[in-house]
């Protein structure tokens, strides 16, 4: 039996009577578009519309999730691949009883794993889908392997651009990247596009038109716009005192923005494209290299 296979069996015994957490992945083709921002605020608003919501801050070597949140993990997903502690253990509970999860330096070596580790692993994560409705995956910015492992597993991605030049072309180079990955399944994936940092909804969308017209001629890549989000100078003042602007100021144009946001996804939750495999499905996705 190899690798693969062996994950797929614990993964259907572990997942036989659980329901599935919807995981959605956010990601950009470049630092400081504001990619953790969205992460947490969307968090903050499917808390809102009722969700228990978990982050995974799979963006190692940065720690924007708990700089954000305003609280340190004493532990992360190494401490449960090798040292023993449970899941439970290595989640750190931030502003409204959302959780977060530190990947650190265990993400690294997750292909190297041996079975036994898998099967604890896979066991662990499992527990996520019984906490969490919806699992929110911060992935570092760029076209890293790491990054791009984290996207091919994902049936739902939201891609965070702005109007900087710079940010449409990274994008695309990211979207470039993704769609010459050998198990990048493109008719399985769903690529939702958010404008960030825009003077108005018609820039967000102007902006979104351009990316989607380039993408749409040379790589055959289908994208939706979900959410566009404006300059905020409150946002920016919320960031510095570590607190998500949707707890800070609700009324605030950008925290009302994320609102729409939530709302959004929430309306095209049962969209059939999405396959719930849970967090167990998709981190044995990257281990197994399927």
């Not at 329901?19 to 499917?46: D, M, W």
């Not at 905020?232 to 800070?248: F, T």
């Not at 939530?262 to 494209?273: I, S």
């Amino acid at each position: 039996m190899d690798q693969a296979e062996g994950l797929r069996n614990i993964i259907k015994q572990n997942a036989a009577y659980r329901p599935a957490a919807r995981v959605i992945t956010v990601t950009s083709g470049k630092g400081g578009v504001g990619k953790s921002n969205v992460s947490i605020n969307l968090a903050v608003q499917f808390r809102r519309l009722g969700k228990k919501v978990l982050i995974f801050d799979a963006d190692f070597g940065m720690a924007n999730i708990e700089v954000m949140f305003g609280a340190i993990p004493k532990h992360n997903l190494a401490d449960l691949i090798y040292h023993g502690k449970n899941i439970r253990e290595i989640i750190t509970m931030g502003p409204m009883d959302i959780g977060f999860i530190s990947g650190g330096s265990g993400i690294a070596s997750l292909s190297n794993l041996g079975r036994d580790y898998i099967d604890y692993l896979v066991k662990n994560l499992s527990e996520l889908d019984l906490l969490a409705d919806v699992i929110i995956i911060d992935t570092g910015a760029g076209i890293s392997d790491s990054v791009l492992e984290f996207l091919v597993a994902s049936g739902e991605i939201l891609l965070v651009t702005t109007p900087e030049p710079t940010s449409i072309t990274d994008s695309y180079s990211l979207l470039k990247a993704l769609g010459r990955h050998p198990r990048f399944d493109r008719e399985n994936t769903a690529i939702k596009v958010v404008a960030n940092k825009v003077g108005s909804f018609e820039e967000g969308r102007q902006l979104y038109t351009k990316l989607n017209a380039v993408v749409n001629r040379y790589l055959k890549i289908p994208l939706c716009l979900i959410g566009v989000i404006p300059e905020d100078h409150e946002l920016v003042k919320a960031v510095m005192q570590q607190m998500p602007i949707s707890i800070q100021n609700p009324n605030a144009k950008s925290a009302k923005a994320f609102t729409d946001l939530a709302t959004a996804l929430e309306t095209n939750a049962t969209d059939p494209v999405y396959h719930k495999r849970g967090m167990s499905g998709f981190f044995a996705s990257i281990i197994s290299g399927r």
